[in-house]
């Protein structure tokens, strides 16, 4: 992981439930971290092109921003899985974040309506 990777926040889409279900937990487990070992996370260019591929029309959608300095499991920079469509979420050899565990809530540093997000 570059120094850029290390220091940049990382951003997930989740419902405000799920948000606010997760802060009085104080973790987050995504169906992804069950089925395939990870969250799916993304880079801050990444998360309007994401929202477009895999949320579009749910509602009450909110993006999570984590300080990767204050997660508890192991994140690492990963193609994208499964592979996007050309057209989608990321430019060819672009890289997600993946967290290999459960994210500690207390790593979320700001949550964001995703109708307000902007690169």
């Given at each position: 992981m570059?120094?850029?990777q290390?220091?940049?926040?990382?951003?997930?889409?989740?419902s405000?439930?799920i948000?606010q279900a997760?802060s009085?937990a104080?973790?987050?487990?995504?169906?992804?971290?069950?089925?395939e070992?990870f969250?799916?996370f993304?880079?801050?260019h990444?998360?309007?092109p994401?929202a477009?591929?895999?949320?579009?029309?749910?509602?009450?959608?909110?993006v999570l921003v984590?300080?990767?300095?204050?997660?508890?499991?192991?994140l690492?920079?990963?193609?994208p899985?499964?592979?996007?469509p050309?057209?989608?979420?990321?430019?060819?050899?672009?890289q997600?974040?993946h967290l290999?565990g459960?994210?500690?809530?207390?790593?979320?540093?700001?949550?964001?309506?995703l109708?307000?997000f902007r690169?």
């Open positions: 570059t120094i850029e290390k220091t940049a926040k990382i951003y997930h889409i989740c405000r439930s948000s997760a009085a104080g973790e987050y487990r995504a169906d992804s971290l069950a089925k070992g969250i799916h993304s880079q801050r990444q998360v309007l994401v477009r591929a895999f949320y579009a029309g749910q509602p009450d959608l909110v984590v300080d990767p300095a204050l997660l508890k499991a192991e690492k920079y990963e193609d899985i499964p592979p996007l050309a057209d989608s979420a990321a430019k060819a050899g672009s997600f974040p290999y459960p994210l500690n809530f207390d790593a979320v540093v700001d949550i964001i309506e109708a307000d690169e």
